[in-house]
């Protein structure tokens, strides 16, 4: 890649950001904050300011719950088919600004730009795969035991909702909420990491380009969560709150919730267990191992924090593993070739940092990075450790980071035991090639998915969610969409 073409790229980055809205989006309009507060976004790979958004407080909190409220029974009486191709019609317009929307987002968020255009693609499925629901939700119509009542089963939509997501998949997570809620016929609000919001404003345009009707979806941009998500939760017009982040926040959400007993959808943390047993095809192992541990740079709750490798295999899958972690390419990720980009903020690599030394100060080894490279940007080398206690600090904590520890295990019952003793149990990985020890150590793990021979569990046509501390509800799949609905029964005598 040419010193001009990477000029270019950066040059069309800036023209894209600067195009953008950077106000709040209430009821159809865009807007500055009503105290006129903004704030920053910075670009990882630099530290520089890319843009200034508005800071949305509690007077705008309100307005966009009360838009929200006011447009609900217009919207969830639309038609079904109309909800859909809105649907249709962003899905296709995503597709056709991927280029664009994933410089967007490695502008904001740092990950390599081939990566951000899998993410887009990936992000444009949930509307597609929801434009398909909508037309699809359907109830029920059966007797009564005693034969004196016919039961008619009909969904409605739960009502305005809150959607709240973080910066690692900022599209994403974006239209894994929205798209439900749309094809369901709920009005929303929006809160979008303060972080990353640039991308979900990209993706507001979209909509409203696809025609989405005012009002339906309210975005309010903010550096000061609590004060608006407060004001929505206590504002006794939302019916329901979804939220993906920090099990720390999502208790606090819940407890918010119960005060008018709000219907909550939650994809909380993770702690992710990997293990490799004697049996595995060793190289198949580490490609998944690489997967499931650096995609989004490690900054994801389904990457895998903790890898198990039966004794007799251990030295083999470090060693393999290592030689693929030092091969990547750390840099920018709007330069092509870079495999690996920033961190997204210097608390996350001083984290990551805390954790490797307190790692090694109890006995592992670094076998290849453990260190932050010069330059600027919030950078941390591929790292992989060996021979790590189970009772260092990064067994028990998200790393969140592009490292890898590996604990060896003798037996199947012990790997078992360590890969549940943790309050998480979002998703685990095994590898193996005897299909009984498969399905027996998926139903023992505690988690609520499962990838088999595989580091990859994602998919908008799959149920994904945890269970213990890592949240309540599904997202994707055929019952997604059901997390947007109530159910409401008639009883109805024969005659």
Known sequence: MTASTVTDRKGRAADLVGALPTGLYINGEWAP?????????????????IATVAKGGQADAT?????????????????????????????????????????????????????????????????????????RIGGDHTTTGDGKNRILVTKEPVGPCILITPWNFPLAMGTRKIGPAIAAGCTMVFKPAELTPLTILALTEILTEA?????????????????????????????????????????????????????????????APFLVFGDADID?????????????????????????????????????????????????????????????????????????????????????????????????????????DPNSDLMGTEIFGPVAPIIPFDDEDEVIALANDTPWGLVGYLFTQDIDRGLRVSSALEVGMVGLNTGLVSNPAAPFGGVKQSGLGREGGKIGIDEFLEIKYLAIPRT
């Open 284 to 388: 198949k192992a580490v490609d998944g191992a690489m997967v499931a541990k650096m995609r989004n740079m490690g900054e994801a709750c389904t990457a895998a924090n903790r890898i198990f490798v039966h004794r007799s295999v251990a030295g083999e899958f470090g060693t393999k593993l290592a030689e693929k972690m030092k091969a990547l390419n750390v840099g920018d990720g709007a330069v092509d070739g870079t495999d690996v980009g920033p961190l997204v903020e210097q608390k996350a690599v001083d984290k990551v940092k805390s954790l490797v030394a307190d790692a090694v100060d109890r006995g592992a080894t670094v076998i290849c990075g453990g260190g932050t490279p010069d330059g600027n940007g919030y950078f941390y080398q591929p790292t992989v450790l060996s021979g790590v």
């Open 63 to 135: 307005a966009a719950i009360e838009a929200a409220a006011a447009h609900q029974k217009s919207w969830a009486a639309t038609a079904p088919r109309e909800r859909s191709e809105i649907l249709r019609r962003a899905y296709e317009l995503i597709l056709d600004r991927q280029d664009d929307l994933a410089l967007i987002m490695t502008t904001e968020m740092g990950k390599p730009l081939a990566e951000a255009k899998g993410e887009v693609a990936y992000a444009a499925e949930f509307f597609r795969w929801f434009s398909e629901e909508a037309v």
């Open 211 to 271: 025609g989405l009707p005012r009002g339906v979806l309210n975005i309010v941009t903010t550096d000061d969560p609590g004060s608006v998500v407060e004001t929505w939760m206590d504002s006794g017009l939302a019916r329901k709150v979804s939220f993906t982040g920090s099990t720390q926040v999502g208790k606090l959400l819940l407890e918010q919730a119960s005060r008018s007993v709000m219907r909550t959808s939650m994809e909380l943390g993770g702690n």
């Open 33 to 49: 904050a009503a105290d006129g507060a903004t704030f920053d976004v910075e670009n990882p790979a630099t530290g520089e300011v």
